[in-house]
């Protein structure tokens, strides 16, 4: 392993890697020049005319990686789908990877990026993650132009009857700004709009964003745009995008934004990144369109969903898949010895010291995140993602927890060695693809009452016991049922630290009831959110941001991203 002094940080990495230029990696995997629309010499996104064509293509094996309940700074759920995407290729297979675009609230915040780190990272990094290819700012402007639309109807003689008491469709910013959460807009006379209450959420937070990721193409993607409901009128029924007749201007907005984009990693596997949804407050999944095109292209396809088993991988596979009607093969659950630590006690400065009783003592929570997979009757395995901290006393105690619970486990070095590091990891997946039986079921079905489904996920996923409900979130109940939603599945906003919906409780608590203080229809997005606790739609900022850290030299170069 690396000492400390011979570890480079990931941006010095990525700025000595050699790329390829994408059209390489674009014919690499079957794609003609008038296939991609290029973005500079090392970006691309795949044109409507490849989507379209792709469609009619055989599919390959779809495997999600998801983790345990991590630490407040993220425990390498992308690096190990980056370096199990190089490490299948090393070994022979034809795979792509299809992940998440970063979202600058977090870049700038604390967690850092998303393109992976060490030698497993999708490039060019600095761009993905910063603007990219400007997705991010198309939804955002979306989001505000329809939130502009809604209030200059208000302006204009309100012939839809909003009650602007009741408008539900806040404006957007990709980054984190709390002092935004709670605003209030058109003061200063009857010429600068009617007073109302509003606020801002994180744009990876928009309904649009998750429209986005969940559209089959841009026809799917305008129709779901024009069902999202932005309002409603005095006699409290819904209000929509297509009463107030905007879809069409969002769709244009967002024409260029719905196309998948095309990079590669440090050992040139083709990567489709796109899309950025939060798993702790939205469905956390790349772009339908990302994945689908992936699996079209290549025998083998490594995805993620964020935060742990019991946020995004819960909504891969209950939402995501059943709307992609995708068939996962198998799931990779990431964990690492520091989270275990953590979740057996030990404080976060502490980390990095030795402490095997800790580490068995959160072993519980690998536990339950393994029994949350198997309920959904896939195959998985456990990748041991081994940080430079990491003791050979702890990793072999880990490693020899999995065996006496007969659990496949791999210890995965791809930060430091790239793909080599990955090796046995895909060895173990593949061997768990081919000689484990595939049951795939979602936990719940659409006819299933909303309360149910609730409890369904929180008994099943986190380990609860039931829900209490807010009185508003009672009365919402009876709203949804009412414009006939009910039908919808349901999308989790509950802490990422945590499998309850307090983030103090580590490890695996028990007996423990989840609040659900109100819920949201995204009946674009195809979901209902349910806020539970205390979680934000739009963050704020810790007390030393990693924006601190960040500088560009001279020559354009990053300085500190990471």
């Given at each position: 392993m690396k000492t400390h002094t011979e570890v480079k940080s990931d941006i010095a990495i990525a700025q000595e890697a050699k790329l390829k230029p994408i059209t390489e990696i674009a014919e690499k995997i079957?794609?003609?020049?008038?296939?991609?629309?290029?973005?500079?010499?090392?970006k691309a996104k795949l044109s409507f005319e490849a989507l379209n064509r792709l469609k009619t293509k055989k599919s390959g094996k779809i495997i999600l990686v998801t983790a345990i309940n991590p630490t407040p700074a993220g425990e390498g759920k992308s690096t190990v789908t980056v370096g199990l995407g190089d490490a299948l290729n090393r070994i022979g297979k034809k795979a792509m990877i299809a992940m998440r675009e970063p979202s600058l609230g977090p870049t700038m915040g604390i967690k850092g990026g998303a393109t992976g780190g060490g030698y497993a990272q999708v490039l060019p990094m600095e761009d993905i993650n910063l603007h990219f290819t400007g997705d991010l700012h198309a939804i955002t402007t979306a989001n505000n132009a329809l939130a502009a639309m809604i209030d200059n109807h208000l302006q204009q003689g309100n012939e839809l009857q909003i009650d602007q008491r009741r408008i539900v469709w806040k404006r957007a910013l990709d980054l984190n700004d709390r002092a935004l959460r709670k605003v209030v807009i058109g003061l200063g006379g009857p010429l600068q709009g009617v007073p109302r209450e509003d606020g801002f959420d994180i744009t990876v937070a928009s309904?649009?964003?998750?429209?986005?990721?969940?559209?089959?193409?841009?026809?799917?993607?305008?129709?779901?745009?024009?069902?999202?409901?932005?309002?409603?009128?005095?006699?409290?029924?819904?209000?929509?995008?297509?009463?107030?007749?905007?879809?069409?201007?969002?769709?244009?907005?967002?024409?260029?934004?719905?196309?998948?984009n095309l990079v590669q990693t440090i050992e040139h596997t083709p990567a489709l990144v796109h899309g950025g949804p939060f798993a702790n407050i939205a469905h956390g999944c790349n772009s339908v369109i990302a994945t689908n095109a992936a699996s079209q292209l290549a025998d083998y396809v490594v995805t993620e969903a964020g935060f742990g088993a019991d946020l995004g991988a819960e909504k891969f596979l209950n939402i995501k898949a059943q709307s992609a009607g995708?068939?996962?093969?198998?799931?990779?659950?990431?964990?690492?010895?520091?989270?275990?630590?953590?979740?057996?006690?030990?404080?976060?400065?502490?980390?990095?010291?030795?402490?095997?009783?800790?580490?068995?003592?959160?072993?519980?929570?690998?536990?339950?995140?393994?029994?949350?997979?198997?309920?959904?009757?896939?195959?998985?395995?456990?990748?041991?993602?081994?940080?430079?901290?990491d003791t050979v006393d702890e990793v072999n105690t880990l490693f020899g927890l999995c065996q006496q619970e007969?659990?496949?486990?791999?210890?995965?070095?791809?930060?430091?060695?790239?793909?080599?590091?990955?090796i046995e990891l895909a060895k173990k997946l593949l061997d768990a693809i081919e000689n484990t039986e595939n049951n795939f079921k979602p936990l719940y079905s659409p006819r299933d009452p909303i309360e149910f489904k609730i409890l369904n996920v929180v008994q099943k996923v986190y380990g609860g016991v039931g829900v209490e409900f807010s009185r508003k979130a009672k009365r919402q109940l009876l709203e949804i049922e009412g414009n006939g939603w009910g039908n919808l599945p349901v999308?989790?906003?509950?802490?990422?630290?945590?499998?309850?919906?307090?983030?103090?409780?580590?490890?695996?608590?028990?007996?423990?009831?989840?609040?659900?203080?109100?819920?949201?229809?995204?009946?674009?997005?195809?979901?209902?959110?349910?806020?539970?606790?205390?979680?934000?739609?739009?963050?704020?900022l810790p007390k030393r941001p990693a924006a601190l850290n960040m500088d560009v030299d001279e020559s354009g170069n990053a300085v500190g991203l990471f």
């Open positions: 079957g794609l003609e020049l008038d296939d991609i629309e290029l973005y500079g010499k090392y309904e649009i964003m998750a429209v986005l990721c969940l559209s089959h193409d841009l026809k799917d993607l305008k129709e779901r745009l024009s069902k999202m409901v932005v309002a409603y009128n005095i006699h409290k029924k819904p209000v929509t995008v297509r009463d107030l007749g905007v879809q069409g201007a969002l769709a244009l907005l967002l024409k260029d934004a719905v196309k998948p995708i068939q996962p093969e198998a799931v990779v659950i990431v964990a690492t010895i520091r989270a275990l630590k953590m979740h057996g006690g030990v404080l976060k400065e502490d980390l990095g010291k030795e402490n095997v009783e800790a580490l068995k003592d959160g072993f519980s929570n690998l536990k339950k995140h393994i029994e949350t997979i198997q309920s959904f009757g896939l195959p998985f395995v456990v990748a041991i993602n081994r940080f430079i901290t007969g659990i496949p486990a791999a210890i995965t070095e791809v930060w430091e060695k790239g793909g080599e590091g990955g999308c989790m906003a509950k802490t990422q630290y945590s499998l309850s919906d307090d983030p103090t409780k580590l490890g695996r608590p028990t007996d423990f009831v989840v609040s659900v203080r109100e819920l949201k229809p995204s009946v674009g997005a195809g979901f209902i959110v349910v806020l539970t606790g205390d979680v934000m739609t739009m963050p704020g």
